[in-house]
């Protein structure tokens, strides 16, 4: 899942402790519905100081697919009476 980031030359500080962002990956974790889900190494803006992570749109609409993708499918996995 390693992948260029858009404006690789850009900087960020951090709204948080105004640290220096800089491109790395880090984990994700939701969950819904009884699911959870974990990814390892989302492409991701992470704070050198604080660990704080921000995603990009491109990230965060692939999130919201899957997570949408696994709620769809969870009506299926219920228990049954």
Same mark, same amino acid.
């Given at each position: /899942?390693? &992948?260029?980031?858009?404006?690789e030359?850009? &900087? /960020?500080? *951090? #709204?948080?402790?105004q +640290? @220096? /962002?800089?491109?790395?990956? !880090?984990?994700?974790?939701?969950?819904?519905? +009884?699911c959870?889900? !974990?990814?390892?190494e989302?492409p %991701?803006w992470v *704070? +050198?100081? *604080?660990?704080? %992570?921000?995603? &990009? $749109?491109? @990230?965060?609409?692939? #999130?919201?697919k899957? #997570?949408? %993708? #696994? @709620?769809? $499918?969870l009506?299926?996995? %219920?228990? !049954?009476?």
């Amino acid at each position: /899942m390693v &992948e260029r980031f858009h404006n690789e030359d850009q &900087e /960020m500080k *951090c #709204i948080h402790c105004q +640290g @220096e /962002m800089k491109r790395s990956h !880090t984990p994700f974790h939701a969950d819904r519905r +009884g699911c959870h889900v !974990t990814l390892d190494e989302v492409p %991701a803006w992470v *704070c +050198g100081q *604080c660990g704080e %992570a921000y995603f &990009e $749109e491109k @990230e965060v609409d692939a #999130i919201q697919k899957l #997570i949408a %993708a #696994i @709620e769809q $499918e969870l009506p299926a996995l %219920a228990p !049954t009476a």
